[in-house]
Structures are given as structure tokens and as C-alpha cells.
């Protein structure tokens, strides 16, 4: 379904519900999560479910998280959705509850099992229990720590281990879909005037590149949308990123536009499931883009920190370059390409404060793969990149930190703003993305 008013329908329709979890599993589990959330609930179940997200989502102030977000030096996106919510609803060890919910993350809409997610999810129940003045909810620690709920277990415990399902289920709701939010806002800056307000750039970042670019649906009853009849048990899937494309409804479509008129994209759903963490999530990312804002070396030092990460696992690499449209990329190529491209805006932006044209761009860039980009990824290799990736960085931080605001935002020479190329810069995750974490799958899981 891709046009917005069939979208819209469905997702106003109560006999369409998300497809629902498979068997629950033990208490303390992946499975038995997503069989204990809203998200995967529906008629009364959801209600209930819903209402204790919307309770403790009442607590927070958006206000306060977005300038909890925005002081966080933390450079992942991921983290600092989890870890200001966990802070805020006043849970114990708010750093353990993001690493660990960045695991869960990976496993919550699939159905395949996961150890790993399971021994996070239960490294995250005992952790659930707010610490602070705003009380207890009645949560067992037995139930909490993992244990299957024996045959017995009172009422009240399963009642607590649902409050704290759903926390853990709110918290890998925020987790990914907020990150890549920043991470599509942020591309998008680029391109968009200097004085496009975070507010605008946001909402258009939400029609133009959904974060959550499709939703899933299965008929309880048989029911009609889009001129379809649907049987009891037959699927649809939400087109939401066509949907938000429409041209029945938004004016030239494929544009970004952040003055454009509503309506608002289909984005964070719609009654009676529609998002309920949509405000904390537009604080979030808000706050996150404030910070890229005050500081723009905080985007190049970040770059070079999320490069690193993924570099760290490269030194297993298999030889197999890995295709990205119609490129392809291996550890060394992304390397050089990261490196190239810190080197080539530096010297752009020297050149144009000197009052200089830049020097004219004779790199081969990503066309070519050269024997060097084939060679394998060796520790010592990985030492190199830091070294160098790390030192471009720091220079990278001291120029843009001595700009002032005029020189960040009007600057001069032709081309983007210096601002806008610290933006432009963060883009560059692109190469190490495409060869990606190669940590060895059963290395990831701690043995015994
Ligand atoms: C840009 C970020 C986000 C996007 C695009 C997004 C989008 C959505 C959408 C489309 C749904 C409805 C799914 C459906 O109808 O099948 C949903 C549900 C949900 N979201 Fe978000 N979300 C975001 C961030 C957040 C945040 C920050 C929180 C919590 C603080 C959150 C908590 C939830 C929860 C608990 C549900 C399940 C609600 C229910 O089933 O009744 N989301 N989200």
C-alpha cells in the first residue's frame, strides 16, 4: 500500500494490527519480550501494554531531554537516545542500559534466536526498576533477574515483569529509529540553508527519509482498505516512505523542503497505534543536532570515532571486497577514502579563508580499486589508520573550533558553508559502513 490515504486507513483500522510475536519463551528472553510488549499486542493486551509506556513517558519532559541529549558527549546517536531516556526515567546504570538495549535493538523485529539479545534482555530486567524518588512498581527481583516464572508465580509478578517489558520495549523503540533520524537530518543539513531551523529540518527529514520506512499489518477480521478486500490472517505491508512521497499530497515530493506545509508524513503512525514517543523522540534527536550545531567538530571527531569502531573488526577481514551501489569497498579503500576526503575539504578550507581557490580535486576516488586497497587488514595496518584517521581529526577540530560563527555560517570563497562541510564530512561512516562490522559472529558471544 504506497498512496497516503489508503496508508492513513490502515492504519486507523482496528481489525489491522501488527503481525503479533511468535511463542513467548522463557521469562527473560528476546522472544518472551517481544510477546510482552505493546508493540507486538493488540485489543485489551495492547491497551494495558500501551498505557504503562504512555505512564512512564508522561514522566519526562521533552524540554529536559533534548538538553540532556545535547550535553552528551557521547558521539553514537544510539547511546544518547537510550542513556538520556534511562536517565530520565531514573534507572540504575543508564550506560549498561544503552549498550545493552543497542543489543536487544538488533534482535527485536526478527524472529531468529539470539543469545546474545536474550543475555542482554536479561541483563536489562534487573536494571528496569527506577532508582530514584519516583518509587518502585512492585517489580520482582526473581522474575527480573531472568528466571522462568515458575508455575506459581503470583499475579503481581507477572503484572511487574510486563511494567518492566515494556520499559525495556519503549527504550529499543527509541533506540535505532531516533539514531537514524540524526543520521538522515544530518545528511540533509547539508544541503538545506544555514538558518533552517532544527524544528523544520527535522519534519522534513521525517516525510523525506523515514527512519521507519515501512509498517507491517495483519487482518483480525476481514475487513476492505485501498479498494482491497482482506481475508482474516492476510498481510499488508505500509508503504510509509512512498506513502510520505505522494504527489496527491505533497507538492513535488522527491524535494526536501523544510518550509513545506503539512500535512504532517505518516512517519510516527497513526491512531491507535501511532507513536507515543514522538515528542521525546524529536527532543532527542533535537538536542543531538544542537550539539552538531555549537560544536561541528564534534561531527568530524565522531566520524573518525565511528570509522575506528568499525575499523577495530577489519583485521578479519576475508579478502572479499564488499559492493556499495556500484562501487566496491574494502578496509584499505575505506581508509583512503575516509583520509582523502578530511584531507581535500581541509585544504578546501584553508584555500578559502586565504582567499584562495581551492586546490582543484585530482583524487581517483571510489571509481578506482587499487592493488594497495586489496591488501589484507593487518593490526598493524589498523595501528597506521589510527594514528592517522585520529591526528586529521584533532586538526580537523582545531580549525573548525576557531571559527567563528560568521566564518562557520558565511563563509567565505564559493561552495557550501564551513558548517555545512563538517555535515558533509559526517557522511563519510558511508565507506566504513560499506565493509561494515566483520567481528566473527561466534567470536561476539563470550564462550561458555
Ligand atoms: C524517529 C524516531 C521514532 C519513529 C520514527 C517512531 C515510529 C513509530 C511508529 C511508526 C510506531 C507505530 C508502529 C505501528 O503502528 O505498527 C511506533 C510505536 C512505538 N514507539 Fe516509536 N518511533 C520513534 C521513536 C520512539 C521513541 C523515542 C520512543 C520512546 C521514548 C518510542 C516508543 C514507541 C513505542 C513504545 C511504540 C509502541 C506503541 C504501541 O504499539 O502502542 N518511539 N513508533
Not at 494490527?17 to 511468535?22: G, L, R, T
Not at 516525510?207 to 495483519?218: E, K, M, N, S, Y
Amino acid at each position: 500500500m504506497r498512496r497516503y490515504a489508503d496508508v492513513e486507513a490502515a492504519l486507523a483500522d482496528p481489525r489491522l494490527v501488527p503481525p503479533p510475536a511468535a511463542a513467548p519463551g522463557p521469562t527473560g528472553g528476546v522472544a518472551w519480550l517481544r510477546a510482552t510488549v505493546a508493540r507486538f499486542s493488540h485489543g485489551q493486551t495492547h491497551d494495558r501494554r500501551r498505557a504503562l509506556v504512555v505512564a512512564d513517558l508522561a514522566r519526562l519532559d521533552p524540554a529536559a531531554l533534548r538538553r540532556a541529549a545535547a550535553g552528551d558527549p557521547d558521539t553514537d546517536p544510539r547511546r544518547v537516545a537510550v542513556r538520556t531516556l534511562a536517565q530520565a526515567l531514573g534507572l540504575a546504570d543508564p550506560d549498561a542500559v544503552a549498550e545493552a538495549i543497542g543489543v536487544v535493538a538488533g534482535a527485536y523485529f526478527g524472529d531468529a534466536a539470539d543469545p546474545a539479545a536474550d543475555r542482554a534482555v536479561a541483563r536489562l530486567l534487573p536494571l528496569m526498576l527506577p532508582t530514584g524518588p519516583t518509587g518502585h512498581d512492585g517489580f520482582d527481583g526473581g522474575v527480573a533477574a531472568g528466571a522462568p516464572a515458575p508455575p506459581g508465580a503470583t499475579e503481581a509478578a507477572r503484572a511487574a515483569a510486563e511494567v518492566a517489558a515494556n520499559r525495556i520495549g519503549l527504550l529499543v523503540q527509541a533506540c535505532d529509529a531516533t539514531a537514524t533520524l540524526v543520521d538522515h537530518a544530518r545528511r540533509a543539513a547539508v544541503g538545506c540553508p544555514a538558518a533552517t531551523g532544527v524544528e523544520a529540518l527535522l519534519a522534513e527529514t521525517l516525510r523525506h527519509d523515514p527512519p521507519v520506512p515501512a509498517l507491517h499489518r495483519v487482518a483480525t477480521a476481514a475487513t476492505r482498505v485501498a479498494d482491497a478486500n482482506l481475508a482474516p490472517g492476510e498481510r499488508v505491508v505500509l508503504d510509509v516512505a512512498a506513502a510520505n512521497r505522494d504527489p496527491a499530497v505533497f507538492a513535488d515530493p522527491d524535494v526536501f523542503d523544510p518550509r513545506r506545509p503539512g500535512p504532517a508524513s505518516l512517519t510516527f503512525g497513526a491512531a491507535p497505534r501511532a507513536c507515543p514517543g514522538t515528542e521525546h523522540a524529536l527532543a532527542i534527536a533535537a538536542g543531538v543536532l544542537d550539539r552538531y550545531l555549537d560544536a561541528p567538530a564534534t561531527l568530524v571527531t565522531g566520524l573518525v570515532e565511528q570509522v575506528l569502531t568499525r575499523a577495530g573488526t577489519w583485521t578479519a577481514w576475508d579478502g572479499r571486497p564488499r559492493p556499495a551501489g556500484d562501487r566496491v569497498y574494502t578496509p584499505h579503500k575505506a581508509i583512503r577514502r575516509v583520509a582523502d576526503h578530511l584531507v581535500d575539504h581541509l585544504a578546501e578550507i584553508e584555500a578559502r579563508l586565504a582567499g584562495q581557490a581551492p586546490p582543484p580535486d585530482h583524487w581517483h576516488a571510489s571509481m578506482v580499486t587499487t592493488p594497495a586497497d586489496l591488501a589484507p587488514f593487518t593490526a598493524h595496518d589498523l595501528d597506521e589508520a589510527r594514528s592517522r584517521l585520529s591526528r586529521l581529526a584533532l586538526i580537523w577540530a582545531r580549525r573548525l573550533d576557531d571559527l567563528t560563527a560568521e566564518q562557520l555560517d558565511r563563509s567565505p570563497g564559493p561552495g557550501w558553508s564551513f558548517r555545512q562541510l563538517a555535515f558533509h564530512l559526517a557522511g563519510s561512516v558511508f565507506y566504513a559502513d560499506a565493509v561494515g562490522d566483520l567481528t566473527p559472529t561466534d567470536a561476539a558471544a563470550p564462550k561458555g
